[in-house]
């Protein structure tokens, strides 16, 4: 019988969290989170490390006696769960050492941050997860990634075509970032006194993205590059708006984060006026549905007391954050599935500054608040692939819930733990050993937006424009990111596009473009966390 319907005739007593797969995943978790947090610091950057645990799980469990594709799903699922846990405490809490160099912030209350953040970004999956993945289907690259390897490699079904295209993508990876022989962007326009300059990333996993996203979002995407830095941007110098390229950049980053927090109001107005239409219709819950919310709300609680004794976060500053993780987690969400991208440390800066301007915390308070919501947002990117992988192949999402709470926990004290290590033994932060450039970007950010008006225009359109259920949020973040990763995004999208007009069979073309660009993504992704495990040793 096949394996796929043995998965989906299993009873609740068989639960693919077993015994031997938390060893697998607990083990490969301690070795990912830690080299997450020295790649996260050394290099700004985190890549996905879903598709690398899910071979690696696959090849520990594959072959073992009833194996199951649920049993490696749950184990992958916990196996990931730190590295997005390091890179939301390395892109934030080292701008606290910038700042000041003798602030005191301890092992218990890094933990307490990082504990905290990875609970309630677990949590507010719970929410998330029907529409994101059973209702509006989004794409979820990373997650779709992993699902296709799972199948080629426990089925046979496509494994030449991806393994082949994972193989190319991984080698290709280890000559640009292993021997430093090929460049990580390639130059397509200098630039000008008006026209920013154009480039785009040499990454097979950015081609992939654009593929599997496909081109209305990815052409969303890029149409926001293009109108940050090719219209507005000109026209604005052109017209004396700007008095610099500088100037110009500020008024566009600041645009771009608007309308994605535009967004994240759009997302409060909408969950307001569902409750007044819920408690019209006097539609009763049933008992699962309140276990499920007043759970949520006990961890809300809980979190808001821990938070209060651990560190300098006040309880009002406590209820404010909560409201804010439940917002940018949503977007975190949102954009994940949408791009495959989650700008952690952008939602950590802007809920910051957010409670800044109704209350006035403590340096320290500060990035405590900015590192509980960067690791929140981190963590859900990373279960809501892990969900998409595991609907496809018809895992129960309990139980990866439970997986990724698991190895969220574990994670957060792992990274708590290596943070430390690395800052009393590499030279401290800011150094060249550890420059941690995302962490620095927050430090410089914490003290205001460099340019309210084009925020507040920001999130205005992209209120509207979420009302009028366009994706706002993706097009906020071609406009705030560098051009390179838009321009890479886009062209995946269009050859993709290409490709399925040529082919005289499109549904065999659909399943090997797929499969293909599943291969980019894991392949650069194992590469990126192999490179990583290596330069940590």
């Known amino acids: ?158 494994a030449p075509v991806l393994f082949t295209s994972l193989g190319a ?47 209305v979002l990815a052409l969303m995407w890029f149409g926001g590059c293009v109108l940050g830095y090719f219209i507005i ?64 709300l006990l961890v809300a609680v809980l979190s808001v007391i821990l938070l209060s004794i651990a560190t300098e976060i006040t309880v009002i500053e406590g209820i404010l954050l909560i409201v804010g993780v439940y917002l940018t987690t949503y977007l975190s969400g949102m ?37 509980v919501v960067a690791v929140a947002c981190g963590l859900t990117g990373d279960v809501m692939n892990d969900l998409k992988s595991g609907s496809l192949v018809g895992t129960r999402p309990r139980y990866q819930i439970m997986a990724e709470g698991i190895g969220g926990v574990i994670g957060a004290v792992v990274a708590a733990l290596a943070l430390v290590v690395l800052r009393n033994g590499m030279g401290g932060f800011g150094s060249p050993e550890l420059p941690a450039p995302q962490a620095a970007a927050v430090a410089a950010m914490a003290g205001g937006l460099g340019d309210p008006l084009a925020f507040g225009i920001g999130v205005a359109v992209g209120l509207l424009l979420f009302l009028l259920k366009v994706p706002s949020a993706t097009f906020g973040l071609g406009v705030y990111l560098p051009t390179y990763i838009s321009s890479a995004m886009a062209l995946g999208a269009v050859i993709m596009a290409i490709v399925r007009k040529c082919a005289k069979n499109r549904a065999k073309a659909d399943e090997n473009a797929a499969l293909i660009s599943s291969g980019l993504l894991g392949g650069e992704g194992i590469t990126g966390v192999i490179i990583a495990i290596v330069s940590m040793f």
């Not at 697998?24 to 301690?30: D, P």
């Not at 846990?85 to 050492?97: E, H, I, K, Q, R």
């Not at 390639?186 to 496909?214: D, E, K």
């Not at 409670?355 to 320290?364: D, F, V």
């Open 1 to 158: 019988m096949c394996l796929h319907y043995t998965i989906r005739g299993m009873n609740d007593r068989n639960t693919p969290l077993t015994a031997r797969g938390l060893a697998v995943g607990i083990t490969g978790l301690i070795v990912i989170t830690a080299s997450s947090m020295y790649v996260a610091l050394r290099m700004g950057a985190l890549p996905w490390p879903t598709v690398f645990v899910t071979v690696l799980s696959m090849a520990i469990l594959g072959k073992a006696k009833g194996s199951t594709l649920e049993e490696i799903n749950c184990t992958h699922t916990l196996m990931s769960a730190g590295a997005m846990v390091s890179g939301g405490l390395a892109f934030t809490l080292p701008g606290l050492w910038m700042t000041d160099p003798n602030a005191d912030l301890p092992l218990f209350t890094i933990m307490a941050i990082s504990i905290t953040g990875a609970v309630l970004g677990t949590v507010f999956t719970v929410i998330f997860r029907k529409t994101f993945i059973e209702e509006e289907r989004l794409p979820y690259p990373m997650g779709e990634a992993a699902y296709n390897t799972l199948i080629a490699g426990k089925e046979g079904k496509g």
């Open 169 to 215: 993508s991984a080698l290709f990876t280890f000559i640009r970032d292993g021997l430093g022989k090929i460049p990580a962007v390639l130059g397509l326009y200098g630039g000008s006194s008006l026209f920013p300059a154009l480039s785009v990333w040499v990454s097979p996993m950015a081609l992939g993205i654009g593929a599997i996203i496909g081109p």
């Open 233 to 296: 941007t000109p026209a604005g110098l052109s017209a004396g708006l700007f008095s610099s390229m500088a100037d110009a950049d500020a008024f566009r980053s600041n645009l771009g984060i608007g309308l994605m927090i535009g967004t994240g109001l759009g997302v409060a107005v909408k969950a307001v006026i569902s409750l007044i239409r819920k408690s019209r219709e006097k539609k009763e819950r049933n008992a699962t549905e309140k276990r499920v919310i007043y759970g949520i």
């Open 335 to 371: 954009l994940t599935g949408q791009t495959g991208v989650n700008p952690m440390e952008v939602f950590a800066i802007l809920v910051l500054l957010g409670i800044s301007s109704i209350l006035s915390p403590t340096l320290a308070a500060a990035f405590s608040i900015a590192g």
